[in-house]
């Protein structure tokens, strides 16, 4: 009831403040928004299974969704505990997750974070991540490269290196979810420390 109740109130925090930002990554009612730089893209979807998992300090939801066309992407999403924090950068977590052997940034600006990761069997999985004061990490990833060039292009923006085009393709089972998240890796890794700078909360 106790790890409830902290769940519940960092949530809350990270909505109040979350107007502060500039960036956000959500999953609701099969909707995938990224507001970034003021721009709204969304895209639509279908939930095929959603998980929820609880390490302790670290509450986990993590969603298969197939896209209008008929491609996989995962949406996944964890809180911190309101005393603790992320322990490293948004691309060293992502790296330890997915046990990458590199993390290639595409696009990093304001807490947005595009990504083509080269995991430990030589494949290539693209990537976007954003980041909240370092007691929220939201990700998604399987998209095409195609989808990313578009959503640059929606952006505005421009990718920091050549894009790799044969990249993995999800086919929406449960093998699907990539990441390796455990208790000895968000504990003892450890992905999450014990708050440094609070909020006063």
């Known amino acids: 009831m106790h790890n409830i109740k902290r769940y519940l109130f960092a949530t809350i925090a990270m909505f109040i403040l979350s107007g502060c930002g500039v960036t956000r990554l959500s999953l609701s009612n099969n909707k995938l928004l990224l507001q970034a730089d003021g721009k709204n893209l969304k895209t639509e979807g279908t939930s095929i299974a959603k998980e929820f998992n609880n390490f302790g300090k670290l509450f986990l939801t993590q969603e298969i969704v197939k896209l209008s066309d008929s491609s996989i992407i995962v949406y996944e ?86 894009l790799i085009d044969r990249v993995v393709k999800l086919d929406g089972s449960k093998k699907s979810i990539l990441s390796r998240w455990s208790m000895h890796m968000v504990n003892f890794a450890p992905l999450i420390t014990p708050q440094r700078l609070g909020f006063g909360f």
């Open 77 to 162: 999403k964890a809180v911190v505990d309101s005393d603790y924090e992320l322990n490293f950068s948004t691309s060293r977590t992502i790296g330890i997750l997915f046990e990458a052997r590199s993390v290639m940034p595409i696009y990093i600006k304001k807490g947005l974070h595009i990504y083509q990761l080269e995991l430990k069997d030589g494949r290539i999985l693209n990537l976007v991540a954003e980041q909240f004061a370092d007691q929220q990490i939201s990700f998604v990833y399987g998209m095409s490269t195609n989808h990313i060039r578009e959503m640059l292009n929606e952006l505005d923006v421009k990718s920091s290196r050549p």
